[in-house]
Each structure stands twice: as C-alpha cells, then as structure tokens.
C-alpha cells in the first residue's frame, strides 16, 4: 500500500522556519523524483520544489528560490523541505508528491500557517 505521510506544519510568526518532512512508504522511493507543492483555497495547487532521484538536481518556484530548500534521504524514504524567512504569503496545506514517468501518488497534505 502506498502511503506519503507529510508532517511538520504548523503555526509560525512571519520571519519564522519550519521543515516539513514526508514519509514514504509502498514503493521504490529512490526511483521516484519528490516534489512539494501548495495550494490554498479556491486556488490551483501549485509546485513548490522539486528533487530528482538521486538529489542531484533541485528547482525551485521563484517566490521560494534563496529560502526554501528541499533535500531527501533515501535510506529513510524521506523528503524534506526547509522553509526559512516565512511570509505571510506561504500560508497554504502543502502536500507531498512522488513522480515517474505516468505513475505519481500524493500525500494527504499538511497545513502551514505564518501569522502573527
């Protein structure tokens, strides 16, 4: 059974870190490239940062690029994103995301909130 288990959100003051870690399980994690994404309400869900598969390349959206970075461990089937200098603006549930080729599965999403 499939399973991407996202943890680590949270209620944060803007300025503020969180890492968001997500747990995988089911599948051939390290031959997956890992992404994370957000979406708030009535918005699409948009992509965040990407991990190829050996975590040799990473990229990023332009609102995150110099404070976001993901990283994963695929001893521990574990994608990780540390988020720094938090805004207001990064509120959104962020979900996890694992991709090859056509077959891709999803976490169930954890919330971020910055505020003060």
């Known amino acids: 059974q499939v399973q991407l288990v996202e943890s680590g959100g949270g209620l944060v003051q803007p300025g503020g870190s969180l890492r968001l870690s997500c747990a995988a399980s089911g599948f051939t994690f390290s031959s997956y490239a890992m992404s994370w994404y957000r979406q708030v309400p009535g918005k699409e869900r948009d992509m965040v940062a990407g991990?190829?598969?050996?975590?040799?390349?990473?990229d990023y959206a332009d609102s995150v690029k110099g404070r976001f970075t993901i990283s994963r461990d695929n001893v521990k089937n574990t994608v990780y994103l540390q988020m720094n200098s938090l805004k207001p603006e990064d509120t959104a549930v962020y979900y996890c995301?694992?991709?090859?080729?056509?077959?891709?599965?999803w976490g169930q999403g954890t919330q971020v909130t910055v505020s003060s």
């Open positions: 991990i190829t598969t050996a975590g040799r390349r990473t």
């Open positions: 995301n694992a991709r090859r080729g056509s077959s891709g599965y």
